[in-house]
């Protein structure tokens, strides 16, 4: 017993001390990274939640430079010289970060929970999730206001336009269904809105 006890304190410390190592021996490792996305550079941008700041890399993997974030980012969407992030800790935001000065241009309040914001078809307004007041919201980034926001089934978490930008297809956190099958559609919801129609769609996956 006492051999058995000690063998497995010795393999926990000596996991603990190869973690260490590999940590302290990283160039600038990621932490806790919620997103990446590619600039017109070919440069990696990540937001790590772990230490509240947007990182940039080379394709090499070098640490170029890093911008703080008074809240936890959450997702991030790139367009020249902006980035526009999703953050959350008390209330949702998206905000507009400028990468020539790390500069936050301006913080747009969306909902609890913001999280992957993208573009919508014709690139003028940007789409947030709001994965904890189970709603989506569109966005006017010039003139940094919420332009409307819809319901959508239970905690939103990403999102994408149909090719023809008529529908949007929301993926949700929801209890299974019982009775379906791996890898089926559970349920769906139709929202009918002035020039989109918003659809969202539950499906369960097994990995």
Same mark, same amino acid.
Not at 125 to 132: A, D, G, S
């Given at each position: 017993?006492?051999?058995?006890?000690y063998?497995?304190?010795?393999?926990?410390?000596?996991?603990?001390?190869?973690?260490?190592?590999?940590?302290a021996?990283?160039?600038n490792?990621p932490? *806790?990274?919620?997103d990446i #996305? =590619?600039?017109?550079?070919g440069? &990696?941008l990540? $937001?790590?939640k %772990?230490?509240?700041?947007?990182?940039? *890399?080379?394709?090499?993997g #070098? =640490?170029l430079?890093s911008?703080? &974030?008074d809240? $936890?980012?959450? %997702?991030?969407?790139?367009d020249?010289?902006?980035?526009y992030?999703?953050?959350?800790?008390?209330?949702?935001?998206?905000?507009?970060?400028?990468?020539?000065?790390?500069?936050?241009?301006?913080?747009i309040p969306?909902?609890s929970?913001a999280?992957?914001?993208?573009?919508g078809?014709?690139?003028?307004?940007?789409?947030?999730?709001?994965?904890?007041?189970?709603?989506?919201?569109?966005?006017?980034?010039?003139?940094?206001?919420?332009?409307?926001?819809?319901k959508?089934?239970?905690?939103?978490?990403?999102?994408?336009?149909?090719k023809?930008?008529k529908?949007?297809?929301?993926?949700?956190f929801?209890?299974?269904i019982?009775?379906?099958?791996?890898?089926?559609?559970?349920?769906?919801?139709?929202?009918?809105?002035?020039?989109?129609?918003l659809?969202?769609?539950v499906?369960?996956?097994?990995?």
């Open positions: 017993m006492r051999t058995s006890k063998i497995l304190r010795t393999s926990l410390m000596a996991c603990f001390v190869s973690c260490c190592i590999s940590f021996s990283a160039d490792p932490f *806790f990274t919620t #996305k =590619l600039n017109d550079k440069e &990696m990540l $937001t790590e %772990g230490m509240k700041r947007v990182d940039v *890399f080379s394709a090499d #070098k =640490l430079r911008f703080p &974030m809240e $936890t980012p959450t %997702g991030i969407l790139v020249g010289d902006k980035a992030v999703t953050t959350f800790e008390k209330t949702g935001k998206l905000q507009i970060l400028l990468l020539e000065s790390g500069r936050v241009e301006a913080a969306t909902g929970g999280c992957h914001p993208m573009f078809p014709d690139k003028k307004t940007i789409y947030v999730c709001n994965q904890f007041e189970n709603t989506v919201s569109e966005i006017d980034p010039v003139n940094h206001k919420v332009l409307r926001t819809v959508v089934l239970r905690e939103p978490k990403s999102a994408v336009f149909s023809d930008g529908y949007m297809y929301v993926t949700n929801r209890v299974p019982k009775g379906t099958r791996k890898g089926t559609i559970h349920s769906r919801r139709h929202l009918s809105l002035p020039y989109l129609l659809r969202s769609k499906a369960k996956f097994e990995m």
